[in-house]
């Protein structure tokens, strides 16, 4: 079954400091993992997408990491701002089917003054 | 340019009463994907569009829930007979292509009283 977890489901973090947020997939067979960040009341956003034969990508203070033979990601953000505070979701895509996107049920992060 | 726009951002319906609810993708975007995000969850595939053409609806929990997309762009997700249990917020999403980098809209929050 495919299926994409995420880890841990809630952070608090302070401003500044640095963070690292899982996540763990059996989705098969594999085409591609992307990070989304999702604002309060808004809709995701794309930050980072890797396919199979890259173990790492970064946008800004976000570097995510990949894993394929672990079937692993992990997303590190740096340098941590209150704007940062976030549903962080990870989506794995399948290279079969018109529904072929596998989402996680997110990490909210909060970061605090 | 624009993004993916949804209308209403926020619907409050009797149970009941039949609820539509509208999503204008990226101009020139083939791909169209309408999901359900309950609170604090990833969001859960509906249904997906190929310009006009409803590819796979296998997301759609019941008979109550229908969408089209009649000219291959503007989607109408129409929701008859709404319980409390569709309280969640639609999310649509759009892709030049379907394994395409999805962009998602704001969502509009549906309340079932």
């Known amino acids: 079954k495919n299926q994409v977890e995420q880890s841990p489901q809630s952070l608090i973090i302070l401003e500044g400091k640095n963070c690292t947020l899982q996540?763990?997939?059996?989705?098969?067979?594999?085409?591609?993992l992307r990070w989304y960040k999702q604002d309060t009341g808004r809709g995701p956003v794309s930050l980072t997408i890797?396919?199979?034969?890259?173990n790492t990508k970064s946008n800004g203070r976000y570097t995510a990491t990949l894993d394929a033979d672990t079937k692993q990601s992990s997303l590190h953000i740096t340098a941590s701002q209150l704007s940062d505070s976030a549903s962080y979701i990870c989506?794995?895509?399948?290279?079969?089917?018109?529904?072929?996107?596998?989402f996680g049920t997110g990490t909210r992060l909060t970061v605090i003054p | 340019g624009a993004g993916v726009s949804q209308s209403p951002r926020y619907k409050v319906a009797k149970r009941g009463q039949d609820v539509a609810l509208r999503c204008d993708p990226i101009?020139?975007?083939?791909?169209l994907f309408w999901y359900q995000q309950a609170l604090g969850q990833g969001p859960e595939f509906l249904t997906y569009?190929?310009?006009?053409?409803?590819?796979?609806k296998s997301g759609l929990p019941s008979d109550r829930f229908f969408a089209e997309r009649p000219e291959g762009s503007v989607s109408t997700l129409k929701i008859q007979r709404t319980q409390q249990e569709d309280s969640a917020v639609y999310l649509c999403?759009?892709?030049?292509?379907?394994?395409?980098?999805?962009?998602f809209g704001p969502g509009t929050r549906l309340t079932v009283l």
């Open positions: 989506v794995v895509s399948a290279l079969t089917g018109a529904n072929n996107l596998f």
């Open positions: 569009f190929q310009n006009e053409a409803q590819l796979d």
């Open positions: 996540c763990n997939y059996t989705v098969s067979p594999f085409s591609n």
């Open positions: 999403a759009s892709s030049f292509s379907s394994p395409d980098t999805q962009y």
């Open positions: 890797m396919t199979f034969s890259e």
């Open positions: 101009s020139g975007h083939v791909s």
